[in-house]
């Protein structure tokens, strides 16, 4: 998977990253991974939801993980924040 | 899985919902399932990850799933909310 795969989902408006993602799978691509941290997980989810519910619906859910990362705040000190990874996958 | 192996996450802090987990496995349950809706669902992973990485290092995400559930609002209007669902599983 190239990273032209990959929305990751930020502060934005949720629409901005739905758009993103059917624009992708519109484009040719089978499968999509959305990706985000900390609070933007809660959209990440909303995200794939409305994709699959309202906009594509042979879009469905093939793999979920959650993780883990370490950030490095400029005081220098670690900071841990969850991640999430949600991978589409449009079936035939 | 009776409703006594469920954990919902809400508003609270977090490290509230990490012990009620932490609490369930240690009194015998071997999984756990972590439930959460709307911007709650960030809070969930937090809460799962905490537990594996810093209390249970035998705990592991058996499974992930993501909805989408519909809410009447006092006014009657319907309104569509991510949901999640995290099972943690004990291993021997």
Redesign the interface.
């Known amino acids: 998977m190239t990273e032209e795969n990959v929305v990751y989902v930020g502060k934005k408006p949720t629409m901005n990253y739905v758009l993103a993602v059917v624009t992708l799978f519109n484009s040719g691509s089978d499968e999509i991974v959305i990706k985000a941290r900390?609070?933007?997980?809660?959209r990440a989810?909303?995200v794939?939801?409305i994709v699959k519910?309202r906009f594509i619906n042979t879009v469905k859910?093939k793999d979920?993980?959650?993780?883990?990362e370490s950030l490095s705040s400029e005081e220098g000190n670690d900071v841990?924040v969850?991640s999430?990874e949600?991978t589409l996958a449009k079936e035939e």
Chains 1, 2 share one sequence.
């Open positions: 900390g609070k933007a997980i809660s989810v909303d794939a939801e519910n859910v979920i993980q959650i993780g883990t841990n969850s999430i949600i």
